[in-house]
């Protein structure tokens, strides 16, 4: 079994700065892609961010030049820096990285979510 476990969520004010981190755990093999999604209230989870093994990343076009996405693979962690917060930023951030395990079974996993809320 493989657990993803986030941290770093919270409130902040608009403008301000967090950095989430996401640490996998247990029967990993290897990770390729690596992610962060957000749901909102309401609303679908949604892309925020992907890393591949050798660090190509990509972004949804509501954080670039705003969020960083970074990787530590000897670590099995992945962070998300989250620079000049906006209110609509505020949601449930959920990790999420496509392993393969001991067996040499690819699966995707999920964190259970780390709450991040921007006041105005």
């Known amino acids: 079994q493989v657990q993803l476990v986030e941290s770093g969520g919270g409130l902040v004010q608009a403008g301000g700065s967090l950095r989430l981190s996401c640490a996998a755990s247990?029967?990993?093999?290897?990770?390729?892609?690596m992610g962060w999604y957000r749901q909102g209230p309401g609303k679908h989870r949604d892309l925020v961010a992907t890393i591949t093994s050798g660090g190509i990343t990509d972004y949804a076009d509501s954080v670039k030049g705003r969020f960083t996405i970074s990787r530590d693979n000897a670590k099995n962690t992945v962070y998300l820096q989250m620079d000049s917060l906006k209110p609509e930023d505020t949601a449930v951030y959920y990790c999420?990285?496509?392993?393969?395990?001991?067996?040499?079974?690819?699966?995707?996993?999920w964190g259970r979510g780390t709450q991040v809320t921007v006041s105005s």
């Open positions: 999420n990285a496509a392993v393969i395990n001991s067996a040499l079974r690819y699966v995707n996993y």
């Open positions: 247990g029967s990993v093999f290897s990770i390729n892609a």
